[in-house]
């Protein structure tokens, strides 16, 4: 097990070498969407603040108990589970990305290179976002408003502990991240829609495995959605191509 375990470790450096080869050759690029989003952006990020707050507090955890008690689902969930772990991810999109680059597949190869960059730049914004929110995961506390929660993390001698990185979900946004230019890039919506039901059941499994409350899945497939949405037409032009 030692030895699979250094195995998928090296895998996952070896990908991240590959992102970045992958960035610079097809030229991938930030851009800020908060300032293409304007005032109107900021009014809707606003109101679904307000939004997520109330639902944190009525809903978050009446919502999660109801669905851990589906236990007909719990294998399903296990598997779903896996999707957004960047152990498994990430050599398997870096897979993606080398084999389409090696038998001359244009469109797959930029796709696949949206998928490396984006899945591990939102993956590592997002850990700051966790250690600063610094949330109890529900296996921690059953208290769906334990946010900042550092002097119990300092207590308990857990201050980068994942137990208080729950918001929002890191798997989530990965598997969003990840999946999102596949989705987009295929013009049957209905198609698009069945897509974005994989990293969608992710975040559910994160929910029913007890890892996470409803509000960090939610928080989670927009971020990694929408930060993947921003690059993925910032080089559409390429993609179609």
């Known amino acids: 097990m030692e030895f699979y375990r250094i ?54 955890k009446p919502l999660k108990d109801l669905f851990q008690s589906l236990s007909a689902i719990e294998p399903f969930m296990k598997a779903a589970d896996h999707v957004g ?33 984006s899945s591990v730049v939102a993956g590592l914004l997002n850990q700051i976002l966790k250690f600063v929110t610094h949330r109890a995961k529900p296996y921690i506390s059953e208290n769906p408003l334990d946010f900042f929660r550092f002097d119990l993390s300092i207590q308990m001698d857990k201050l980068l502990s994942v137990d208080f ?10 598997a969003f991240a990840a999946i999102t230019p596949i989705a987009l890039a295929v013009k049957n919506k209905a198609l698009r829609i069945l897509i974005l039901l994989i990293p969608f059941s992710t975040g559910l499994a994160r929910v029913y495995l007890n890892k996470h409350w409803f509000s960090d899945v939610i928080v989670g497939a927009l971020i990694g959605y929408y930060f993947t949405k921003n690059i993925f037409f910032s080089t559409s032009d390429q993609i179609q191509n």
């Open 7 to 60: 195995l998928s470790y090296l895998l996952v450096l070896a990908s991240f070498i590959i992102i970045i080869i992958s960035a610079v050759r097809n030229k991938i690029t930030l851009s800020c969407p908060i300032k293409k989003a304007g005032k109107k952006g900021i009014i809707h990020a606003m109101i679904f603040g307000v939004f997520l707050v109330l639902f944190i507090i009525f809903l978050d």
């Open 165 to 174: 990185k729950s918001f929002a979900s890191g798997h989530t946004v990965i």
């Open 85 to 117: 772990n960047g152990r498994y991810q990430y050599p398997v999109l870096a897979f993606l990305f080398v084999t389409a680059s090696i038998f001359s597949f244009p469109k797959l190869k930029r796709i696949f290179a949206v998928s490396l960059f």
